[in-house]
């Protein structure tokens, strides 16, 4: 299962909106509503933001949406801000009964 | 409150064995399930395995599939990976993370993480 793939790098300036995509197959991202988001900042552990494309759990600023087409799903993060900076994870559910990664995109906020 | 916590990290060489624990505490471990998720240094996350909560539903990434076994214990609220010919590629910090839904889902988002225990492989 090949990881989901999404740019390296995406930046924006404090206040603006950017928008992380991750593009998988029909097999993955396309088939099903299972994508998940995560955050990760540098030497902690990753962060739900965003489960079953576009719900977002309790505690989460409603600054995070996820949204979804065809086999690309996306995260966008409006009113950017500092504290955003930080690596960015897709999740998907496979036909393989599998879970799969995005490759990351590191946010940085200029 | 939800907590992980991963144990028995450390150097081992290529070929070799290693048990990792993860206890859990603040939720009713039971009834989730858990999972495996490893990230290499300076890489991305890589899936590793899951187990729905009475363990009937067990998962492997290809990566590991024949070499790795996962476990839990409800009795004592602890999930295991059992890492067996391992390779210098199996390099990485192992997280334990919970599953959101409960109730018998598998394989969907994970809400709890571990704060992860580095394995390193080499000779």
């Known amino acids: 299962q090949s990881a989901l793939t999404q740019f390296a790098s995406v930046s924006g300036s404090p206040g603006q909106s950017i928008t992380i995509s991750c593009t998988g197959t029909?097999?993955?991202?396309?088939?099903?509503?299972?994508v998940s988001w995560y955050q990760q900042q540098p030497g902690k552990a990753p962060k739900l933001m965003i489960h079953?494309?576009?719900n977002r759990p309790s505690g989460v600023s409603n600054r995070f949406s996820g949204s979804k087409s065809g086999n690309t799903a996306s995260l966008t993060i409006s009113g950017l801000q500092a504290e955003d900076e930080a690596d960015y994870y897709c999740?998907?559910?496979?036909?393989?009964?599998?879970?799969?990664f995005g490759t990351g995109t590191k946010v940085t906020v200029l | 409150e939800v907590q992980l916590v991963e144990s028995g990290g450390g150097l081992v060489k290529p070929g070799g064995s290693l048990r990792l624990s993860c206890a859990a505490s603040?939720?009713?471990?039971?009834?989730?399930?858990m999972n495996w998720v490893r990230q290499a240094p300076g890489k991305g996350l890589e899936w590793v395995s899951s187990?729905?909560?009475?363990?009937?539903?067990?998962y492997y990434a290809d990566s590991v599939k024949g070499r790795f076994t996962i476990s839990r214990d409800n009795t004592e609220n602890s999930l295991f990976l059992h890492m067996s010919s391992l390779r210098a590629e199996d390099t990485a910090v192992y997280y334990c993370?919970?599953?959101?839904?409960?109730?018998?889902?598998?394989?969907?988002?994970?809400?709890?993480w571990g704060q992860g225990t580095l394995v390193p492989v080499s000779s």
């Open positions: 079953d494309v576009s």
């Open positions: 029909s097999s993955d991202v396309g088939g099903y509503n299972f």
């Open positions: 187990i729905s909560s009475s363990s009937s539903y067990i």
């Open positions: 603040g939720f009713t471990f039971s009834s989730y399930s």
């Open positions: 999740s998907s559910y496979t036909s393989n009964s599998t879970q799969v």
């Open positions: 993370a919970r599953g959101i839904y409960g109730s018998g889902y598998i394989l969907e988002a994970f809400d709890y």
